[in-house]
């Protein structure tokens, strides 16, 4: 079993930047690929970024590409998603999940482990 905990969220203001981290503890997740999701008000979750297991292997949305950077630190079992010049349209709660599998997904249905989620609100 995996258990991950994002942190992090919070309120910005247009233009600003935030930092979420996702902790992993539990079964080793050193080979699993990880992703970022989110979900905003009265919309599905949709994909955000992915990493693979040894980091050198990334994805992300159009929506995000040049703004959000995600990386992994392995020695910390710990995912990271660096936003930058946030919009209200990225305002939604943002969970971090993992996969049985190295290779990256876009699909939610290939992750098996999820977080609570945490809030990010970007003020206009």
């Known amino acids: 079993q995996v258990q991950l905990v994002e942190s992090g969220g919070g309120l910005v203001q247009t233009g600003g930047s935030l930092s979420l981290s996702c902790a992993a503890s539990?079964?080793?997740?050193?080979?699993?690929?990880m992703g970022w999701f989110r979900q905003a008000p009265g919309k599905e979750r949709e994909f955000v970024a992915a990493?693979?297991?040894?980091?050198?292997?990334?994805d992300s949305t159009d929506s995000v590409k040049g703004r959000f950077t995600i990386s992994r630190d392995n020695a910390k079992n710990t995912v990271y998603l660096q936003m930058n010049s946030l919009r209200p349209e990225d305002t939604a709660i943002y969970y971090c999940?993992?996969?049985?599998?190295?290779?990256?997904?876009?699909?939610?249905?290939?992750?098996?482990?999820w977080g609570q989620g945490t809030q990010v609100t970007v003020s206009s």
């Open positions: 539990g079964r080793t997740v050193i080979r699993n690929a």
């Open positions: 990493v693979s297991w040894s980091g050198t292997s990334t």
């Open positions: 999940a993992a996969r049985v599998g190295v290779v990256i997904s876009r699909n939610e249905r290939d992750y098996s482990y």
